[in-house]
């Protein structure tokens, strides 16, 4: 593919890593397709460093180490100028409506690029929005949860879910991770897991009960979607809040209101991430609280075999692919 060229409010950004996300297998295998632009350039966890900027930028110079939004947004419209960059507009997504980081550069919006902290490993940066931010903000700003309450994080050996399980234990909850994976209890329990729960089948709301004195979690940050419902509505306490961040069969459920109102519960969805949550993320990344989970870091040409391993569920985090070898 030809180098793009920058416009007015881009950036040109030589990519130093790019996330291999759950969302490039489903486009890949064909799962995914609605706002897929036809020939797209996948990849939207992009880390580089800034080439050249287009005469309008004002706030990047060439030579700032940066890391990518989910989204290319436009910085004018309402939801831009009230820090939901993510949600923009006139936004396309970056790796599905418009090409991303699966290359050697790519030129985004000034609006679509945070600077990395100093002291950041280059390579890890490159999750710093997607899954790290993403799953900050479905935590802290989504399900809001504070010290002491019981989380839920399913798929919990995943991008999302290590991440997500991180982010609780950060804020001080107790944090129950379920995962499919046994072999990914001892890494689990290291990025602040308390208790590891096998998904083997066996309803393992039964289990949440079980640990919680028939009380269930207060929240619970699903990451896999259709495939674990109604495990993940049945973990609920009462006033319990499920927030939904991952889809990955695409499947539709059946749902009995009366389990929402009698549990006084809330359903809620996030995705994406804001330019000051990817902020936030860098600073808690240098404090130590949270860190980017690299399983391998793989050169751009072996993209198909990051597509097996992730279909295979192998990685523990992210993989990631360096355009540049």
């Known amino acids: 593919m030809p180098t793009p060229q920058a416009g007015p409010r881009q950036a040109l950004v030589r990519v130093t890593a790019c996330g291999f996300c759950h969302h490039d297998r489903s486009v890949m295998a064909g799962l995914l397709r609605r706002g897929v632009a036809p020939g797209v350039i996948l990849g939207h966890e992009i880390s580089g460093v800034v080439e050249e900027t287009g005469s309008d930028v004002t706030g990047l110079r060439t030579g700032d180490r940066v890391v990518s939004i989910l989204t290319e947004a436009c910085g004018q419209c309402d939801r831009c100028a009230s820090g939901r960059e993510h949600r923009c507009r006139e936004g396309e997504g970056i790796g599905h409506g418009r090409d991303g980081g699966f290359a050697e550069y790519v030129a985004l919006s000034e609006h679509s ?4 902290p100093e002291g950041l490993d280059p390579v890890g940066a490159a999750l710093l ?3 790290m931010g993403v799953s900050l903000q479905a935590v802290r700003e989504t399900a809001q949860v504070a010290p002491e309450e019981t989380v839920v994080v399913t798929g919990a050996g995943g991008g999302l879910g290590t991440h997500a399980v991180q982010a609780a234990a950060a804020l001080g909850a107790r944090v129950l991770a379920v995962s499919s994976s046994p072999e990914k209890e001892n890494a689990l329990r290291e990025l602040g897991a308390d208790e590891v729960l096998e998904n083997t089948g066996l309803d393992f709301a039964e ?15 699903d990451t896999v979607g259709s495939a674990l419902f109604p495990s993940t509505l049945r973990s609920l306490a009462q006033y319990g809040r499920l927030v939904l961040l ?3 069969l695409g499947q539709s459920v059946s749902l009995n209101p009366a389990e929402i109102i009698f549990r006084d519960a809330q359903i809620l969805g996030a995705s994406g991430v804001s330019r000051a949550m990817v902020e936030q993320t860098g600073l808690m990344a240098l404090e130590g609280k949270l860190r980017p989970v690299v399983d391998l870091e793989l050169p751009l040409e072996q993209a198909a075999d990051a597509y097996r391993l992730v279909s295979e569920r192998r990685p523990t985090g992210r993989i990631v692919l360096l355009p540049h070898g």
Request: charged share 20%; aromatic share 0%; proline share 4%.
């Open 113 to 116: 690029l945070v600077r990395v």
């Open 246 to 248: 991952g889809e990955i």
């Open 129 to 131: 929005a997607c899954p």
């Open 207 to 221: 289990l949440v009960m079980a640990m919680t004195g028939d009380e269930g979690a207060d929240v619970v940050i």
